[in-house]
């Protein structure tokens, strides 16, 4: 059409099958429907000019510190005041406005790798209330990592404070939740039995063992590091 001509239209949608919302505004649309069997004859679904829809991300892969972004289509006059974005019913991050949209940053190290539903949810000034279609995200972070320094591996160990040490990390910078050393083998045999809880310190993560909890015999020692996002490895075992 050429520049300047005002056009209006009428929609008709017609749906024979399925269930559904779809809402928009002027210039906006947005719809999605659900056909599992095809002997529906009529369409469930809301009609509204109130409706939030996640911008960024798209979907897919995500990890470390991303950037979230929303956009929010209101009845004219009528003013957005809170937007926050849900993974999988919870709140991870409070956004913004901006000329962009409305905008949060989200640290993915607080939550384990996996696939997640994001939705933007958005309040305006009649305290109505809507919530963006589910974007199925997946976080990959990489893992922590550990590894024991003390004892070496073939030490021979006795008596009631045994010293046990080691390193623990994250690549991504996740905080690390905790250390624990675990047994293997042995005469019993054990399988992966906590003996000891370490504590951080400037030498690394320290714990003190009791070797007489267990039988004399040869065993195999790991350490066990759990990160803030539940995120766990075990160390090459010694």
Sequence with gaps: YPQNVEVQFELTLTVMAGTGSFAGTTG???????????????????VTDFFTQVLVPPGGLVSGV???????????????TKVVFELNG??????????????????????????????SV?????????TSFPVEIQVD????????????????LSGGSSVLDATASSPDGAAIASVKFTLNGGPGPLYQVVIATATPTTYGWLAQWNTTSVQNGTYTLQSLVTDIAGNFVYSTGI
């Design 28 to 46: 906006n649309l947005q719809a999605v429907f659900y056909t599992p069997y095809n002997d529906f004859t009529s369409f469930q679904g809301a």
């Design 66 to 80: 991303t950037y979230l972004d929303a956009g929010v289509y209101d009845a004219p006059g009528v003013s957005i």
């Design 90 to 119: 919870q709140v991870i991050a409070t956004a913004t406005p901006t000329i962009y949209g409305w905008l949060a940053q989200w640290n993915t190290t607080n939550v384990a790798s996996g696939i997640y539903y994001l939705v």
């Design 122 to 130: 958005a309040t305006d000034a009649q305290a109505k209330v809507a």
């Design 141 to 156: 972070n990489p893992m922590p990592t550990t590894a024991v320094l003390i004892p070496s591996s073939g030490a021979s």
